[in-house]
Antibody, heavy 121, light 110 residues
């Protein structure tokens, strides 16, 4: 059974960079047919797709966040990461990592439990 | 990219059927059969309920069904049960190879 687990700083100061990692267990992050996504949810609000990285290393980002987002993968550790720069209070949210069935039906079938990141001085 | 439009809330009595709409454009919902639906209970991660407009993953009740007409996709829950009370989100592939979520719908079982 595939499992995803987010980790990283829960408190980030304004203008700094948010950094999160998603550890994948029960399967290989290099498996063909899948990409690895980050999705966030501000408190009391809806889901927002941030971006994903293909098993090949190609990345796609939400146009509204593209200038501040970097998603990377560490195959040796079977994990992928998110960096979001120049954060403001509007970036406060629960951040989820998820597997995207990009080579099949383009759905998110496995999700991490989510981690709350608060932007505050 | 703009979020797909869903009604803020839908309610029904136990045993009834309800339908949640998800309206996009020809660049997302209308252009591809890659619409999926997610159920989210408070404090929990979303759960995949429908993929490719109308397919149910293994383990999801057949009370959940999906369809699409033009730029609008729909999720129908039949035989509404108390456990169905949750937030529901649609998602679609877009012409830019990105993904977009709906605004979300709160389902209340009366």
């Amino acid at each position: 059974q595939l499992q995803l687990q987010e980790s990283g700083s829960g408190l980030v100061k304004p203008s700094q960079t948010l950094s999160l990692t998603c550890a994948v267990s029960g399967g290989s992050i290099s498996s063909g047919g899948y990409s690895w996504s980050w999705i966030r949810q501000p408190p009391g609000k809806g889901l927002e797709w941030i971006g994903y990285i293909y098993h090949s290393g190609s990345t796609y980002y939400n146009p509204s966040l593209k200038s501040r987002v970097t998603i990377s993968v560490d195959r040796s550790k079977n994990q992928f990461s998110l960096k979001l720069s120049s954060v403001t209070a509007a970036d406060t949210a629960v951040y989820y990592c998820a597997r995207d069935r990009s080579g099949y039906d383009l759905s998110f079938d496995y999700w991490g439990q989510g981690t709350l990141v608060t932007v505050s001085s | 990219q703009s979020a797909l439009t869903q009604p803020a809330s839908v309610s029904g009595s136990p045993g009834q059927s309800i339908t949640i709409s998800c309206t996009g454009t020809s660049s997302d919902v209308g252009g591809y059969n890659y619409v999926s639906w997610y159920q989210q209970h408070p404090g929990k991660a979303p759960k995949l309920m429908i993929y490719e407009v109308s397919n149910r993953p293994s383990g999801v009740s057949n009370r959940f069904s999906g369809s699409k007409s033009g730029n609008t996709a729909s999720l129908t829950i039949s035989g509404l049960q108390a456990e169905d009370e949750a937030d529901y989100y649609c998602s679609s592939y877009t012409s830019s190879s990105t993904r977009v979520f709906g605004t979300g719908t709160k389902v209340t079982v009366l």
